[in-house]
């Protein structure tokens, strides 16, 4: 573990050099071990062999797929949600409180 390297992928995040950020590993029928595609042996997760190649999926990691809600919004959404059922009115959804919160105050997200 002193040895640990890193990369930096697409979106400036630091990512650890190892067999799970490798296009290589592969799973085994067992939760606890992957296994090497190339030399077809149980890794241990923390190694770097010579084959070690970056999985593209960890250079996109962290981009604009995800997009974080303000503060202001989440209340919103937690109070609409928890409101007592009303007999004859439809419970908001995640979605439409979304909606409603857009329409009255703008993006719920924040804008980085």
Same mark, same amino acid.
């Given at each position: ?35 090497? /595609? ?5 890794? $241990?997760?923390? !190694?770097?062999? %010579?084959? #070690? ?27 609409r949600l ?7 009115? /439809? ?5 439409? $409180?979304?909606? !409603?919160?857009? %329409?009255? #105050? ?7």
């Amino acid at each position: 573990m002193d040895n640990e390297e890193f990369f930096v992928n697409n979106n400036g995040l630091r990512m650890r050099r190892c067999c799970a950020s490798c296009i290589h590993k592969d799973y085994t029928e067992s939760v606890n071990y992957r296994t090497c /595609k190339i030399h077809k042996v149980d890794v $241990v997760p923390s !190694e770097v062999c %010579e084959s #070690y190649e970056t999985d593209p999926k960890y250079m996109d990691e962290g981009g604009s797929l995800g997009q974080v809600r303000t503060k202001h919004f989440i209340d919103y959404l937690t109070e609409r949600l928890l409101e007592p059922e009303v007999p004859g009115v /439809k419970k908001p959804t995640p979605f439409s $409180v979304e909606k !409603e919160y857009t %329409e009255k #105050y703008g993006s719920p997200y924040v804008k980085l």
